[in-house]
């Protein structure tokens, strides 16, 4: 059986990291393409020497071009973005041509040497606020630059699929957790106050969210990169579940066996946030016959001990 050549933009980055490795483990050649401005060479020092590296930008077509042509990958993850919602409401025009202006420069490059199938990772973000499970077919409604970005890339993706023999995949994912994390979401600022003491300062606790593990993305968005050969398709990836953030903090205090104070602090409140986000994973599971299998549980534990926290037994 022939090696399967993949190539991976944003690599370096947290869910990239977890990609090079799951398609390491499955025999793939991998080729990471990173500008390093959020990723860290350190999250691929287990894979040193295994993977091809270009540093290099998205929104540089020759640089782009260049890789993808020596590569000549069958499946192409594209996961680099701005992806912080702060960052990329303070700068919304970088936010859009990141997002938007370099997924095609992707999907071009990848048009162009033949690629197979090209994986997006586009956002839960582009959803209203409702309660329920979410699916594909809910009109989007997104209430920030990033998910208006992540909506617009989508679009991208699909006209490809269409004028050319290129599939894609446009993979909505939910809030991700876990090891090697590169922006200060919700649940690292809490591990990070953790590894000051028994004390988070949070915005607002109640909002609810569909939280799934990195590793359970990464073998999920592989196995799109493989089942979806033809066509377009766009897929929920999460869990079917929601938590808040008090939610999470309670598991937390479960797990570590102590109690963990909340303090309410306005600034982190934000302007526009969604009660709910919940999806719908049914189009996931008939697309690739795989669910998530961590918990929210077994995700934190495993996340505590990587952050060198006490777990109780």
Known sequence: ??????????????IGRWVVAQCLEQGDQ??????LQAGSMDHLLDFAGAIDFYEADILDWEALLTAMEEVRPAVVFHLAALHFIPYCNAHPQETLRVNVEGTYNVLE???????RTTVVASSGAIYPSVEGLIPETLPPAPVDIYG???????????????????ACVSARLFNTYGPFETNPHLIPHIIASLQQGPMVELGNIH???DYIYVEDVARLLVALGERVTKGYEVVNVGTGEEYSAADIVEILQELMGQPIEIRIDPSRVRKVDKLHQQADITRLYKLTGMRPEVSLREGLARLLQHEGLPVRS
């Open 148 to 166: 208006l970005s992540k909506l617009l890339a989508e679009q991208v993706a699909e006209q490809f699929a269409r004028t050319t023999e290129m």
């Open 109 to 115: 490059a990848a048009a162009r040497v033949g690629v």
């Open 1 to 14: 059986m022939a090696i399967r050549r993949v190539f991976i933009t944003g690599g370096a980055g947290f």
């Open 30 to 35: 991998v080729a990471v393409y990173d500008n």
């Open 207 to 209: 909002t609810r969210r």
